[in-house]
């Protein structure tokens, strides 16, 4: 059974720092491209970074520089350290496999940036 399980969301002020996990488990994980996606308030979905199989990555205009996507192939696991954080970024975190189309997400984890 394909699961996604985000955690690591909370409160932080601005510029602070969080880390953000997704213990994934029923995907073919080594080979995967997994993404982070966020979504806003009234706002729709976007992509926020993506990492390969062998660990390439890219990220949006948005983040880049502030955040670092990573993998660990060993845990089905993958991560998202947001740095700088500004208020703009409050939203709920989502991961799931960059080619999954499914209508599937897990529950995500909130992230809300505010002094």
């Known amino acids: 059974q394909v699961q996604f399980v985000e955690s690591g969301g909370g409160l932080v002020q601005p510029g602070g720092s969080l880390r953000l996990s997704c213990a994934t488990s029923?995907?073919?994980?080594?080979?995967?491209?997994m993404a982070w996606y966020r979504q806003a308030p009234g706002k729709q979905r976007e992509t926020v970074a993506a990492?390969?199989?062998?660990?390439?990555?890219i990220y949006a205009d948005s983040v880049r520089g502030r955040f670092t996507i990573s993998r660990d192939n060993a845990k089905n696991t993958v991560y998202l350290q947001m740095n700088s954080l500004k208020s703009e970024d409050t939203a709920t975190y989502y991961c799931?496999?960059?080619?999954?189309?499914?209508?599937?997400w897990g529950q995500g984890t909130q992230v809300t940036v505010s002094s």
């Open positions: 029923g995907v073919v994980f080594d080979g995967e491209t």
């Open positions: 799931k496999p960059f080619s999954d189309q499914s209508t599937y």
């Open positions: 990492i390969s199989g062998d660990s390439e990555t």
